[in-house]
């Protein structure tokens, strides 16, 4: 199964954002046949790679790569208007060569994967090759560009997408790390419950590593 693949009508593509902030029925996609040879094989080594696999947006992985000339993947991409904004429903994602799903049913299941068995049981379906969806209408927003372009109107990321992706991530990892400082906090009180002795032990072991930190 090969996440972030997909097609737009009879074109192939490579999802990079599943959603735009504050418009969750577009995403954004590269047309990956349409990209030059060099930055097309090395979006898809990206893809294929481990931390492509593991990302639940592409954009993120993009965001931390460099071409060959080392210039920034995803700010290559939205400055060359390769980026194109396009409606979920008229995306289908092909994971393998036996089944396939709609973007905005993908979405959804996604957004119900952590409490939801029924949709847990959509996604092994799609596994299995078992058709869920239809396609909607295909309607192009943004054609392959000739030139580089900067309107939202014409389907490129905005720098103003950019941005807000980036708030909305920030805000997840802050409530992560505020979910992880309050497990922190638990399990610190059960330690302390257990043994009430492990507190200075910690703190003698803090005070040697910061000393032997010091010395060296």
């Known amino acids: 199964m090969l996440k972030h693949i997909g097609k737009h009508g009879d074109k192939k593509i490579v999802l990079l954002f599943r959603e735009v902030p504050e418009e969750s029925h577009m995403c ?8 030059p040879r060099t930055y097309h094989d090395e979006i898809m080594r990206l893809v ?12 993120d992985v993009l965001h931390r790569s460099t071409f060959a000339d080392g210039s920034n993947c995803l700010l290559t991409l939205h400055k060359s208007g390769w980026i194109k904004k396009v409606r979920t429903d008229q995306v289908k994602m092909t994971p393998n060569t036996r089944s396939s799903v709609m973007l905005n049913e993908l979405n959804k299941m996604l957004d119900e994967m952590a409490t939801g068995d029924a949709a847990k049981k959509q996604m092994e379906d799609i596994k299995k090759g078992v058709k869920t969806t239809t396609e909607a209408p295909i309607r ?11 309107s939202a109107s014409d389907g490129v990321l ?21 979910r992880l400082l309050k497990e ?3 399990l610190t009180n059960e330690a302390l419950q257990l043994d009430p002795t492990i507190t200075n032990d910690n703190k003698s072991t803090k005070k040697k590593t910061a000393s032997k930190i010091k010395k060296d």
């Open 28 to 35: 954004l996609l590269v047309y990956s046949d349409l990209l």
């Open 184 to 186: 922190a906090e638990s």
């Open 48 to 59: 294929e790679s481990p931390s492509g696999q593991d990302a639940l947006s592409f954009s």
């Open 158 to 178: 905005s720098d103003s997408d950019l941005a807000k992706d980036r708030l909305k991530q920030a805000e997840r990892m802050r409530a992560d790390a505020e």
């Open 140 to 150: 192009e927003i943004g054609m392959p560009p000739s030139s580089v372009r900067n």
